[in-house]
Each structure stands twice: as C-alpha cells, then as structure tokens.
C-alpha cells in the first residue's frame, strides 16, 4: 500500500491529453481552486512538461483567436510551477525543436497567450537569425500585424527595416501598432518619421506607396492620405520628443496654412491687430525662403504693391524675392510713410473701443510683476480667507504646432486691482536661485484654498497648459477647491431670442450690420450678455511671450481675467433674470467640485461686489426649448471623415451632401454657403444648414 502510494508520486509519463480534458471538465465547474492544484500536480507528473504543453495546444483550437481563459490559466500557472522548479527548463537541440514547434503556433496566439508561450520556451535565448526568418516568413503570408506584434515582443525591431515593417500597417490603419514598434527606439523614431514626412513632399506620388500593396486585405485608402499622415507625423512627434526640424515637409505645410488664417484674421475678418499681425507673420515665416514666397503672393493678393512692399520690408523678405513692381515700391518707401500709415490704423481701431466692455478701475492699479518681491506683495493680498479671485492665463498661439502652450502670463484680479505675472521669467529667476518650487508652491496654495473662491472660464484648459509650462503643477486640477468655472454656468444660461439683443443688434444681423465686427462666442458672448458690451478679443492671439507687453496687450489681459468678478457678482445678484434658479449662489459655492466642467458651487454668502458699482445688464425671461423639426426641414454638409454618419442621416429622409475623401474641410463650408445663396434665407423656409466636420465638430452656419 505505502510502496503504492510512494510511487503514484513519481512521474509516470501521465498522457498530456488525460491532463487537459480533467482540466477542462474542472474549468466548466469554474473549480477554480482545485484547477490551479491540477496544473501544478499534473504538469509534475508528465514527463517532459514543456513537451506536453504543445501537445496539447496542437491538439486543440480553442486557444486560437481572442484569448481563451483556460489557456491563460494553463500557461500562467506552469510559469510559476516552472520557477519553483528551476531544473525543468531545457537547454540544447532538444529546447530548438520546441521552440521551433511553439513559433509556428505564435502567429494564431491570443495576445494574452504570447508572454507567457515565450518565457516558458526562452524564446528570447533562440537564435535571432532563425527568429527573424520566422518573422519574416509571416510578413510574406501577409501577416504583417503578427509579424510586427511578435517582433516587438522579441525586440527584433533593430535588425529589422521600419520602412517595411510599418507601410503595410499604415495603410490598413494600425498606427497603434506602428506607434508600439517604435517606442523604445529613437533611432528607429528618427527613420519613421523621416519616412513619413518624405512621403508628405507635395510632389510626392502616395500611390507609389499603395501599389506594391494590391489586393492587401483590410486597405483603408480613407485612411493613407497626406492629411492623415500629417497628424500621426505631429503625433509622434510630440510622443517621443522628436526635433521638429526632422519633418521640413509638415512642418512648412502647417506653417503655409498658419500663413493663410493670419491673411484671413487680418484682410478678410479684420479682427487682429496690425501688430499682433506682423509679430505673428515673422515668426511664422522667419527666413524660410519657401514661405517667403508665399507671403508674397499673398500681400499681392490682398494687398496694392506699395502695401505689399512695405509688408515685405516689415517681414524682411529679400528683395530679389519681390515682383518688379513690388522692388520698385520698396525702392520708394521712407520711414515717415510707414509712421503715418500705422497710425491712421491705430487711431481707427481706438475709435473702437468705446463699443466694448471697460475696465473700471484705474491703470496704476494694474501691476506688471517680473520680481520675487513684487510677487510676494500680491500672494499677501490674493492669499486671504473670503477672497474672490479672477484668474486667467495668456499664451503664445501655437497654430497647430507640436506640443502644448506654455503660459506666458497669469492674470489675477481682485476687488480694486489686478495683478500680471510675467510667469517664464518668474520661474527663470527662482531657478536660478536655487527655489524653483516656490512659484508652484503659491499657486497650488490658492488652487486648493476651499476659503478662496477662484473664478475662470474654461478652466481645464487653463491647467493644463499651467501642467505644461511646470510640471510641479501637473496635480493642481485634481487638488483644486472652491474653483467656479463660469463656462459650465454659461452653459446653463437659457438665453431667449429677444434677450440675446444687445445695444440693438441680435446674432442674426448681418457682419455689415455690426460694423464689420464677427458675432461673439465664449467669454466676450457671457459678458456682452451679462454686462452690455463684449470683450475686445483684438489681442486673443497676441505674441503673449514677446516683451515688452505693449498697452492693449496689458489692458487685455488685465480685462479677461477682470470681467470675470463683475459677470460673478451680477449673476449671483440676479439668477433669475438670465434663466438660472433662484438658488444660483447656494448651487454655485455650497459643494466644491474638484473638475471644472462640473457644475460649479457658490458660497451662500452674498458674492462681494469687485467694482462697489451697481451693473445694469439685460433682464431676461426664461425661454423655451425649441419644438423638436423633422429630417426634411434641415440639410447636412458632411465632411469626408464623417461620411458615415452622412449615409445614416440619409436613411432618416435628411437632405445629405457628402464630401469626396480628397476634399478640404473647407469644401464643407463652401457647400453650405452654395445651399444658403441658393436657397435664400434658411429661416424664411423654416429650415437650417448645418456643417459637420470632424475637426470643427457641428458649425452653424446661419448667421
């Protein structure tokens, strides 16, 4: 009996088939417990376990596809049987011929499966030849995402060419995959992008790419275009740090439509200033001689030549560069004419100001701090128990470039005066002084202070390029308290048609109507709605790194981080004029919320008046919801990145235009304008157009 039982535990070469069918008869028990006791005792008793494994999986199919829990339990569990058992794993011929045996399985593996298969057989020990012939063999069959997958997972990726290994997935859109294969290798991150960019060279042919690949399963030509590629090039570009210098191509392509949204800002919507403008122009087009071209035709277009002459001496466009006509211009220009000219055009816009929200605190109230000591003045006065705090921040435009903005400046106002960080040179000076957390340090103190009411407007975005500029800072989000983010409460305005009038013009009057000025949105709309009169948004995209500030840029910062205390204190004197609950003081403050796009809570204290004046704004009855319109009664612009949704629209009777996958996004605003002028005013036939854009998410276009 004993000599029986001795022996039972010793291995007697037990059929690795028996094996799996008692664990797959306790897996459908989900015995859990006593299937974990079972791969270890049985796995001890086979003769040769790593043998067994396979034979098993080669007798079996259900480990194939989308991982299968049984197997995972299997192989993770002789993992560690295995390495409390240090004698079992194989060296030798022997070890080759399983490895060999367990490659050709690979490609079938479930992700989950792959780990563990290749440390149980020291994949990583195998020749790196024979495993590069194996990878290879499966890029030949088509496999390509296999192929890619188990070279990362092996690291075979040096030895390999990522033009190769990479065209195939790009174009049956796995740039995930691509992206994995090339994480932790800069170099290979080099040539990647190198790649891409070429392939980005407006004389490119991007069919030269497709051809070799005919007939490839899972193509998606939707997906392997330039506009494509131009965002996974500034994607990866940002993921792995990569000197933008090694793109030329996208980078002078974002430059050029950079180029043209200025022109537009500035000769067609008129809303930048003639200095905001040029700063703007120069450090865009800088001494690229290709762009430099483009600025030319682009001032011959908007521009007489003797406008376009002085805009290229401006932006220091060599002459040789300039049209005959323009080089004889510039030729004639003298100081004085330039002199003359911008002053005419700053006299116009001050004649302006009058139309827009004021200030109503003095100029010397508003402090420019570059010192540590200056700083320590105003975290003496914010820093108070009960205080109410208008903050915002200024950066630097980035057009579209890699990475995000790093604030410039950091503007908080208070009751009688406001107070403008010169954030970059703030954190320079504390650096250098050995104490570059004492910044950080104040200004979480004021982020978290739940005594310490803290108004913004968009204020995620704010933080996360505060993140950005200090990575100290990174956590101030989620630490915040007694922040109240006025965006969330606009969205909870219920603006009427006849309350959204101001100074006598509605939304609905023309561009002529409103003196050229573009209909307001964000922060300059709640305040226009709130106070009267809205923001001057002429500096929104000023060079805000540039110093020394000039005056508009000053009173513009100090202005938007200002309006905030005064649209606070009026919304909290009257909710119920603007729609909101009578409860509006006690909803706002009452609870903290530490995410901004939550709805925001009010102390239920009075809201101190910032200004000591009485405001006089629009009273407003509570509207209601529109009644809801059949499909027919509107038409849809869809862009070439939504086309789906656009056939869907189609099957609901919605009159649908779609874009062809070559198209510009701007085609979906040149179609709406073709509806509109066709069909006359949408209103008047009770129906709307609608752009929708994958970029620009659903856009009115009704005036």
Known sequence: MNQDSNSSDQPTGQDPLVLLKTLRLLWTKQELGKLKEEIRRGFARLEDPLAGLLAMLESSSDW?????????????????????????????????????????MLSQCPANLLDPLMSIYQLHTADRNYLLEHVSHLYLQGNYKEAAMLSIKLKLQPDQDVEKMCTPLLLQDKANVVEEYVA?????????????????????????????????????????????????????????????????????QRHLRTLNYLFYKRFVEKTMTEENWADHIQSTVGENRWLQGHLVQSLLRHCDARGAARWARHCQVPPEMLPHAVAEELQKLHIQDRVGEVTKADNYEASKKKDYYQLPIPRENIHFLQTWEETLQCWEKVLQAGQVVGV????????????????????LALKDEVFLLDLPRLLEQAEAEGEKEKLPHFIQMLFSDAAITKLGYGMSGDLSSLAATCSALKDTEKQMQGVVDLLAVDKQLQWGKDSRKVDGLSPEHSHEERGGRQPEKGLSLLVQ????????????????????????????????????????????????????????????????????????????????????????GPSTEPSRPPAPISPQEFSVVCDNMLQGLGRYLRCLGVDVRLLDNEDDHRKAAEASMWYRNWFGNPHSLGCETLVLCYALCCVPVID
């Open 64 to 104: 194939k596809g989308k991982g299968h829990s049984l197997w995972y339990c299997i192989t993770t569990e002789l993992q560690l049987w295995m390495k409390a058992h240090p004698a079992v794993p194989q060296s030798g011929t022997k070890l080759k011929k399983l490895q060999a045996r367990v490659l050709g």
């Open 529 to 616: 709605h709130v106070l009267g009169k809205p923001l001057d948004k002429t500096e929104r995209l000023s060079n805000w790194e540039k110093r020394p500030l000039r005056e508009e840029q000053i009173l513009y910062a100090a202005s938007d981080a200002y309006c905030l205390l005064e649209i606070y204190e009026r919304l909290c004197k009257d909710p119920e004029s603007f729609g909101l609950g009578s409860d509006l003081t006690e909803s706002l403050v009452g609870k903290q919320s530490k995410k901004p796009r939550a709805k925001k809570q009010l102390n239920k204290q009075e809201a101190p008046s910032p200004s000591g004046q009485e405001l006089q």
């Open 392 to 411: 915002d921040m200024e950066w630097k435009p980035s057009f579209g470039m890699v990475g995000k903005p790093r604030v410039a400046l950091l503007q």
């Open 184 to 252: 932790e290798y800069p170099e290979l991150q080099r040539k990647l992008l190198h790649t891409l960019d070429t392939w980005c060279e407006p004389s490119f042919n991007i069919r030269d790419i497709i051809r070799p690949y005919q007939g490839l399963s899972n193509y998606k030509p939707d997906k392997f275009n330039r506009r494509v590629l131009s965002k996974l090039i500034f994607r990866l570009l940002e993921r792995f740090n990569v000197d933008s210098a090694l793109c030329p191509n996208v980078i002078n």
